[in-house]
């Protein structure tokens, strides 16, 4: 044999040995490796299915009753922001001021109600508690006796709002002894309820 083939000779074997070492992984390998294999569930979903959108004013709501009252205002004023007419976004507004304190902006927003809706019994009765507390009786007394009969006599607490409308006398106003003697309670039919803190219950009456 010549120089030149005895060189070629332990290329082919080194060829030869990858070859029979390729040929035995292959026979190791699992069945479909190597393979890409389809998938055959269902679709991903290209998004989030979308949430349900919620109504500001019932969110407000389920604040109010939850003595949050900045969030639920923020709440109201998103609903007037869709609808500037809604009755019940303004009496919300309104409700939601007075209990932070903002007795001027909550009557504001509470007469822009009962201008819109004059047969509005909560609008009224709301109208009343914040003019109370304002220490303005008679205009207190007025809007009690409205809701009153618009609600036909029916609410026990619009009949007790209107008695202590009317035996407030303006010459014993005194705006803090009223904010620090009576709480402001939110009933289920929306209306609210003025509870002397000395005569009510430990527990105030629950939304319905």
């Known amino acids: 044999m010549t120089q030149g083939g005895s060189g070629r000779l332990p290329?082919?074997?080194r060829n030869a040995s990858f070859l029979i070492?390729?040929?035995l992984l292959g026979a190791c390998a699992q069945p479909g490796e190597g393979r890409l294999l389809r998938y055959s569930g269902p679709p991903a979903p290209?998004?989030?299915?979308?949430i349900p959108e919620q109504d500001p004013v019932a969110v407000g709501h389920r604040l109010m009753a939850a003595g949050e009252y900045e969030l639920a205002l923020r709440r109201y004023e998103e609903a007037l922001v869709r609808d500037p007419g809604s009755v019940p976004a303004l009496i919300g507004v309104g409700t939601a001021n007075q209990r932070l304190g903002r007795l001027k902006r909550a009557e504001k927003f509470l007469v822009r109600a009962v201008e819109l809706a004059p047969d509005s019994v909560a609008g009224w009765n709301n109208l009343g508690v914040v003019r109370y507390k304002l220490g303005e009786y008679k205009a207190?007394?007025?809007?009690?006796?409205?809701?009153?009969?618009?609600?036909?006599?029916?609410?026990?607490?619009?009949?007790r709002n209107l008695e202590l409308a009317r035996f407030r006398s303006p010459e014993t106003v005194d705006i803090d002894r009223v904010a620090s003697e009576f709480e402001l309670v939110r009933r289920g039919d929306g209306t609210y309820l003025l509870v002397d803190r000395k005569a009510a219950p430990e527990t105030p009456p629950e939304d319905g």
């Open 46 to 50: 290209l998004f989030a299915p979308p």
């Open 11 to 13: 290329s082919l074997k």
């Open 140 to 159: 207190a007394h007025a809007a009690f006796r409205t809701a009153f009969a618009l609600d036909g006599g029916r609410s026990e607490s619009i009949r």
């Open 21 to 23: 070492a390729a040929i």
